[in-house]
């Protein structure tokens, strides 16, 4: 596997768990604003407000729930391969650049081939391609999958 597949994996990895924020981030703020609303109209208690009450929180709930999805196209974005190979060369202890530049001359010849080589082996015996990136995305992932969650039982309640 050359470095840009390997860069490639890992930037999917990634996206993969943006995606996941973005979306239970989505799902449990509009969940939990419509069982806002279900809640504060129940026993007819909309008929003493304005009209529009349900229909602002509704809205507010579209609103919460396209914010999300915003935030997840940045968050996708930011996981570019520029931004990947900086924070694996910064994690796995390589100067600035050096990845980058491996990667640019990987399949330019040998000397190309031997100094990719060369990278792979001191990410080898680092602490290999991101891993603490890798973590922070996946617990920042699987926090928002609980808070959207409690966002849908609330809903479900």
Do not use: K, N
């Not at 003493?48 to 929180?57: C, K, M, N, Q, T």
């Not at 290999?128 to 039982?153: D, E, H, I, M, Y």
């Amino acid at each position: 596997m050359t470095l840009a597949q390997e860069l490639q994996r890992l930037v999917a990895a990634v996206r993969r768990w943006g995606i996941a924020r973005a979306a239970a981030a989505g799902v449990g703020g509009a969940t939990l604003g419509l069982a806002i609303v279900a809640w504060a109209i129940a026993d007819a208690r909309w008929l003493a407000w304005p009209r529009s009450v349900p229909f602002l929180g509704v809205g507010a709930a579209l609103v919460s729930a396209f914010a999300a999805a915003w935030w997840g196209r940045r968050l996708v974005r930011a996981a570019g391969p520029v931004a990947a190979a900086a924070i694996v060369e910064r994690e796995g202890g390589l100067r600035h650049g050096v990845l980058r530049g491996a990667l640019e001359v990987e399949r330019d010849s040998s000397l190309g081939a031997l100094a990719a080589g060369r990278v792979r082996s001191q990410l080898a015996d680092g602490p290999g391609w991101a891993p603490a990136w890798r973590a922070a995305g996946r617990r920042a992932a699987l926090g928002t999958l609980a808070a959207g969650a409690v966002g849908v039982a609330g809903a479900a309640l």
